[in-house]
C-alpha cells in the first residue's frame, strides 16, 4: 500500500527566511505532483515531476524529486506572506490510486 | 477560459436521498477523478476514468458511483447518502493520468 507522508503538518516562517517541506513515500514511484491550496479554494497544480532528479522551480519554490530514497523536497527561498498556504504532495505508483500527503499548512509571519 | 466546474458549489440533504454532484471539463481531457477532503485526512480519491466509459475505483468508492458517458462529464452519484459522506468534494481532471490535475472548485456536501 502506498504511503505519502509530509513533514511538517504546520509551520510557521517569519518572512525572508528559508524552508524545506519534505514528502516521503513507501513504494517505487517516478511521478510526483506538488499543489497549493488557499483557505477555501481548490488546489492549484505547482510542480509535476516526472523523473529521478528532476528539478523545478517557479519564484521563491523549487521542488526536486529524488526517486532512489523516494523523497521530494520543496523548498521556499526568502518567504514571502503571499506564499501562506496548504501545501500537498501527491505520489502516482502506476497501480494505485493518486495518493496525497496530508498537507503542510505554511503560515508566512512578518 | 479552460476550467472545471462543479454543481451545486454547496448542498445540504438528509441521509439517504440520492443526490447526484456534476462535474464538467472543457478541455478534451481523458482523465477525470472525484476526491473527497476531510480534515485530518487529506485528500482521497473516490473514483477515477481514464476515457469514456472506463472507471475504477479510488481509495474510497463504497457508497458512491460514478459514470463516464461524454468526455466532459463526470458526474458523482450519492444512492443513499449517510453522515459519514459529509465532505468537501472535488473533481478533477487531466489529459491523462501523468500529467498535473485541473481541479473543480469544490462542492460542500452536509448530509444530515
Known amino acids: 500500500e502506498l504511503k505519502v507522508e509530509q513533514n511538517p503538518l504546520f509551520l510557521s516562517m517569519q518572512e525572508g527566511k528559508n524552508y524545506t517541506i519534505y514528502c516521503n513515500y513507501s513504494?517505487?514511484?517516478?511521478?510526483l505532483y506538488w499543489y497549493r491550496q488557499d483557505p477555501g479554494k481548490s488546489l492549484e497544480s505547482l510542480f509535476v515531476?516526472?523523473?529521478?532528479?528532476a528539478v523545478k522551480q517557479e519564484g521563491r519554490l523549487m521542488a526536486s524529486l529524488d526517486t532512489k530514497a523516494r523523497l521530494s523536497t520543496l523548498h521556499i527561498t526568502a518567504a514571502v506572506h503571499d506564499l501562506s498556504a496548504t501545501y500537498f504532495c501527491?505520489?502516482?505508483?502506476?497501480?494505485?490510486?493518486?495518493?496525497f500527503g496530508k498537507g503542510t499548512r505554511l503560515s508566512v509571519i512578518a | 477560459e479552460a476550467q472545471v466546474t462543479q454543481n451545486p458549489r454547496y448542498l445540504i440533504t438528509v441521509t439517504g436521498k440520492k443526490l447526484t454532484v456534476t462535474c464538467s471539463q472543457n478541455?478534451?481531457?481523458?482523465?477525470m477523478s472525484w476526491y473527497r477532503q476531510d480534515p485530518g485526512l487529506g485528500l482521497r480519491q473516490i473514483y477515477y476514468?481514464?476515457?469514456?466509459?472506463?472507471?475504477d475505483k479510488g481509495d474510497v468508492p463504497e457508497g458512491y458511483k460514478v459514470s463516464r458517458k461524454e468526455k466532459r462529464n463526470f458526474p458523482l452519484i450519492l444512492e443513499s447518502p449517510s453522515p459519514n459522506q459529509t465532505s468537501l468534494y472535488f473533481c478533477?481532471?487531466?489529459?491523462?493520468?501523468?500529467?498535473?490535475?485541473?481541479f473543480g472548485p469544490g462542492t460542500r456536501l452536509t448530509v444530515t
Open positions: 478541455m478534451n481531457h481523458e482523465y
Open positions: 515531476l516526472l523523473s529521478n532528479g
Open positions: 476514468s481514464m476515457n469514456v466509459e472506463v472507471t
Open positions: 478533477a481532471s487531466s489529459y491523462s493520468d501523468s500529467y498535473e490535475q485541473y
Open positions: 501527491a505520489v502516482d505508483s502506476g497501480n494505485t490510486p493518486l495518493v
Open positions: 513504494t517505487t514511484s517516478d511521478r
